[in-house]
């Protein structure tokens, strides 16, 4: 009697177990959405839970656009074309055209502002008008894209869109704190296991443990900013220069919990990796410092100096308030927009890859 009692007894705990789980599981889905824990800052695919959401998964670049979508981002609506890109459909390379290649995140996408205002498309313009020859800008931006995502962008896509010029604009998102892969481990991640990540990311329950992890982070984050207020308050300053900082005050912090997107030592040696395959097949590129550091103190932007890069300096600097460059504390606005075509199309002509006109 007692043997057959043992498996009676585990499977009834067994099954008390389940009815809990999906108890728990039904009063979150009626009261939690879970939409509300946003991408920028993981890259486990918790963002293609809901059809609605703008992005899908891709094993090249992590996540890329549904194609052809429109919507609304910060008031302003979005029209995708067939790539998933805010930017005119693209075809084969006219014979004589200057193509542009402009790498990025949210603020080479233009978010906030209209499409018309975006650099890629005033670039266009300027340099159509100074040159008189046929350039096409193609905005390859992607809100919540590090220079990880754009180095697989142009790795996949470079031969097929043959640019004469490629341009890159990442910084802020390869500095955000990443759980539980860094975007490059993530591309690491075999297929079985990013199929399981991805129904793993459809259980509430599972949810609310990443996210009760994911405030404890967010408190360590605050934490390492309130020890330096004075500098927080001055320009956004890195989570991994934070981490620095305190160790050389001996502070003792959980660095395995501080784990950015990009690394480091990747990001300076994405950009080198992107140089040197821009080269291989003859085109140039141009790297763009991040305007928010630049409008603080380019001293501090470290990271900026990845040559061959644009100097903004002189451009942003004297502009004051902060709300004339911005539509919000990163996103540039139209002016900040403009500002940025020109120093990019002044160094164009300066290299002798476009001839202004008589």
Not at 9 to 14: N, R
Not at 39 to 45: A, F, G, K, P, Y
Request: aromatic content about 12%.
């Amino acid at each position: 009697m007692r043997t057959r009692g043992v498996p009676r007894t585990v499977l009834f705990a067994a099954l008390t177990a389940m009815l809990f789980f999906l108890a728990v599981e039904g009063l979150l889905r009626l009261a939690w959405n879970p939409e509300e824990f946003a991408l920028e800052v993981e890259t486990d695919l918790s963002f293609a839970l809901s059809e609605h959401r703008p992005y899908i998964p891709d094993p090249v670049v992590i996540y890329r656009f549904k194609p052809r979508l429109t919507y609304t981002n910060q008031g302003v609506d979005i029209r995708l074309n067939s790539e998933g890109l805010r930017s005119p459909e693209i075809g084969e390379k006219a014979p004589g055209c200057f193509r542009i290649l402009n790498l990025g995140d949210s603020s080479t996408f233009g978010s906030g502002v209209l499409e018309d205002q975006t650099y890629s498309r005033q670039l266009e313009r300027i340099l159509g008008e100074r040159t008189k020859k046929c350039v096409e800008a193609i905005n390859a931006g992607v809100p919540g894209y590090t220079s990880t995502q754009g180095l697989a962008y142009l790795r996949q896509n470079i031969d097929r869109l043959r640019p004469d010029l490629v341009t890159t604009y990442f910084e802020p998102n390869d500095a955000a704190f990443s759980y539980p892969h860094s975007d490059s481990e993530f591309l690491r991640i075999g297929p079985w296991k990013r199929k399981f990540s991805q129904a793993a990311n459809r259980i509430y329950i599972y949810l609310l443990i990443k996210r009760v992890v994911f405030q404890y982070r967010y408190g360590e984050i605050y934490r390492l900013y309130a020890l330096f207020p004075e500098q927080a308050r001055q320009r956004p300053i890195p989570i991994y220069e934070l981490v620095q900082r305190a160790e050389q005050e001996g502070i003792e912090l959980p660095r395995f919990l501080l784990k950015t997107r990009v690394s480091e030592q990747e990001y300076p040696d994405n950009h080198r990796q992107m140089e040197s395959l821009c080269k291989s097949r003859g085109c140039a590129i141009l790297f763009l410092p991040y305007v928010r550091l630049v409008y603080g103190d380019m001293r501090y932007c470290s990271r900026c100096r990845i040559h061959p890069y644009v100097d903004l300096f002189d451009r942003i600097a004297p502009h004051k308030p902060h709300s004339e460059l911005f539509v919000d504390d990163f996103h540039p606005s139209p002016l900040g927009h403009r500002l940025i075509a020109e120093a990019l199309a002044d160094r164009i002509l300066a290299d002798g890859l476009l001839t202004e006109a008589d």
